[in-house]
């Protein structure tokens, strides 16, 4: 079975929602930051899966299909993975390698995780998170976390939603004050 894995840039105060300016995808490819974008691309090369909700999918497409002299490479990596998009209202994706889930997200995912391949990958996407995590899909929880308070916005896990224990996996700190955790749901 295949491993679903959210992977979050989340605030020491636990938001994930990007309220303010704290997050700049380019800025991953500084001389600050290349050991944090050496951990993307080792996870990228590790997923053959990209799932997101519509409209994360709308803002990663209407940035990174803009991008054309990327240092970065996640350009590159999005063009070529398979996207996977929970939907009742898109119909073209405009990009290639893309799927639209419009109906029974859940099951879809679910059958998804049984199919042969790497890791899928969930970004973004708060409620389709929240969805997957209530079914009890997600099998792991890779968190970028960043040295700010944001003071507010939506978090990971809907209110009321409790975890017994999570399992530590991997754990790093990079040079520009991020640190990554990796957890077993």
């Known amino acids: 079975m295949r491993t679903l894995a959210v992977t979050q840039n989340i605030t020491v105060d636990g938001s994930i ?13 500084g001389a600050d930051n290349s050991d944090l974008l050496d951990e993307l691309h080792r996870q990228d090369d590790g997923a053959d899966g990209f799932l997101v909700g519509r409209r994360t999918f709308e803002d990663l497409r209407g940035y990174w299909l803009q991008q054309t002299d990327d240092p970065t490479g996640i350009t590159a990596y999005l063009n070529g993975v398979q996207k996977y998009v929970v939907s009742a209202t898109l119909t ?67 209110d009321g939603f409790e975890v017994p224990r999570l399992r530590l996996l991997d754990a790093k700190a990079f040079r520009n004050g991020v640190t990554f955790s990796r957890y077993a749901a």
């Open 92 to 158: 073209d994706p405009q990009w290639q390698n893309t799927t639209i889930f419009s109906a029974d997200p859940i099951g879809r995912v679910r059958a998804l995780k049984e199919q042969s391949g790497r890791d899928i990958v969930v970004t973004g996407s708060i409620t389709l998170c929240h969805a997957l995590i209530g079914a009890g899909l997600v099998d792991e929880y890779r968190l970028f976390v960043y040295p700010v308070v944001q003071g507010r916005g939506r978090r990971l896990f809907p």
């Open 17 to 29: 929602e990007m309220l303010g300016d704290w997050f700049d995808p380019q800025g991953q490819g």
